[in-house]
């Protein structure tokens, strides 16, 4: 299982920006999906995560002004950031929890991570 993230990048304060992730690979079923991110010196923290596609929960920071999007049949996930501050600016990751069809056991994979900055 492979993770591609794309669409980070430079925006200013207000702006928004789109973030891709897709997930290869075959033989698994994917049970969450999600965004992490990490800003310089800064823990990695939950931004979005969705659960089995029916349960999505944001952190509080995000305040109404992201969206994450999931499609489990193409195995892709999206987060829309809207209205963006330049305390956004991080390193976002896309994550998946997967299991091996027939098997029971939870695993988890992770994107390369994908730069955002945002300028005042």
């Known amino acids: 299982v492979q993770l591609q993230a794309s669409g980070g990048g430079l925006v200013q304060a207000g702006g928004s920006l789109r973030l891709s992730c897709a997930v290869s690979?075959?033989?698994?079923?994917?049970?969450?999906m999600g965004w992490y991110r990490q800003a310089p010196g800064n823990q990695r923290e939950s931004v979005a995560t969705?659960?089995?596609?029916?349960?999505?929960n944001y952190a509080d920071f995000v305040q109404g002004r992201f969206t994450i999007s999931t499609d489990y049949s193409k195995k892709m996930v999206v987060l829309q950031m809207n209205s963006l501050k330049s305390e956004d600016t991080a390193v976002y990751f896309c994550?998946?929890?997967?299991?091996?069809?027939?098997?029971?056991?939870?695993?988890?994979?992770w994107g390369q991570g994908t730069q955002v900055t945002v300028s005042s």
């Open positions: 994550y998946v929890k997967w299991r091996y069809w027939g098997r029971t056991f939870l695993r988890e994979s």
């Open positions: 690979g075959s033989g698994f079923s994917i049970e969450d």
């Open positions: 969705s659960s089995s596609g029916r349960i999505t």
